[in-house]
């Protein structure tokens, strides 16, 4: 997968997520940082220091693969203490140190066993504790939950969280999974078609995002169509307006049809339609449902109606 | 597919005499190597003796047979070893162009008839002026043995997940500690298989060995000579039961150790 003109800076300390779509160049820009991959243009820097030419084993950065790679030939310990091994430590240092991080990982006492004798979040586990022993600058984790079953994943992502405030250790993460990247990251990047489309917070990709690609991407949006958008506010261009932002009424607003209306457990998905655009609204479920069929009037407040002005017309 | 109910007797007593036909030549063998008659192999044999074990074990030429064949089979199983487990690496691990023509032709000896191989070594020996000896034996027989050791590791090559190799060197392990630390372990069963299965196929070999051999004779080569020119007959049946041994024990360990998994390839040549 080819990626192009990706330009990212990636600050120490920092919980940063790389966020797209299969085949949009996360994880090939995951694989260029590692160095199992060759940039035909441009360079790497980790910590200030070109990293061209510097094959993967001198790298400072560890990997938590996304099929765990867990050696099977090794007892749990000796994955755990390959790092050391490598590096020549004595039998005795490189046991201990990784006893203590099997302890960090809540996984003390299953060192003697096999990789193929631990469930899934184990053998995750496992690997954290592996690519952390060599105390990386910075760690690369590549899709690390998505084996993982729903629940798990979720004490994971809050696990993983929690290590990296402790450590304090730069973690990259590539995930396809925008409600995990989001929920764990300090900044975002949203890749498509090996372009990065846009670098934030959480919250201000969610709010404000640059495109429609990014809109749709992350979190479900509407967009309006920019000859609507210009008829409210005079610029010409699409908008995103989340659907929780929009209000359902009878009093002000615009008329529309209630088309559809979902359940979702926390929210009701109620879909009208306006004379310009069909809109999705989320309502609580405390709020008064409308029925299909219904005569509405919806309205938002005008700063929750964001521009793209610079929508690169990706949908 | 496999049915729960009893095989009908008819299709047993098929079978059975399936295994007696494939097997019973072999026994009788054995039967031969202890008969008191000498000349020619008489049905029943008129009586039974040992002595023709000590006979065989008092003839220096079968010991000069034996240890060539034991040499053959040893160094020609190393170097299958070798150039094997490179071959499937580069096979399984990476893209180059002519990737599948280099699979074929490493392939291509065991699918080839023996007397193919044999006459076109002693061709090409005779065209480059390579005198016959130990090491023309020995380049015959590897061009067959590079195949079972190939197909072994081949197998288990494309076994071992690649993000292993990439998770040895992102530890800090470079080509040569990944090699020692993580791919030999994940293969050596595999290696050990063909390895024995090299040497079984060696061992036994004459027709590649019949066309590369100059004055010298392997075990088999001796074997077909004695059956020519009747000596002592029963000297080769006793030699031929250690031959079987010799090749039985080292393709019934090489069953065990893959058993799970590869299939054992070139098991017939």
Redesign the interface.
Known sequence: MAIDQVNLDIQPGEFFAMLGPSGSGKTTCLRLIAGFEKPTFGSVHIFGERSDGVPPYRRNVNTVFQDYALFPHLSVLDNVAYGLMIAGEEKSTRSKAADEMLELVSLGGFGHRKPSQLSGGQRQRVALARALINKPKVLLLDEPLGALDLKLREEMQEELKLLQRRLGLTFVFVTHDQSEALSMADRVAVFNEGRVMQVDTPESIYKYPNSTFVANFVGASNIVPAEFVSALTGKACPASLRPEFIQIGYGDGYSATVADINFMGAARRVTVDLEECRLRVLLGVDQEAPRIGDQVKVSWAPENLHLMEQNSGNR | MRSDQPAPLSIKILAGAGLLFLHLPILLIFVYAFTTEDKTYQWPPPGYTLKWLEVTWNRPDVWEALTLSVKVASISTLIAMLLGTLCAAAVSRTRFFGREVVSLLVILPIALPGIITGISLRSAFNIADIPFSFWTIVLGHATFCVVVVYNNAVARFRRL?G??I?????????SF?TFR??IL??ISTALLAGGMLAFALSFDEVIVTTFTAGQQATLPIWMLEELVRPRQRPVTNVVAMVVVIVTFVPILLAYYLTRDGDQVAGHSK
């Open positions: 997940s993000s292993l990439e998770a040895s060197m992102d530890l800090g392990a470079n500690q630390h993580v372990p994940n």
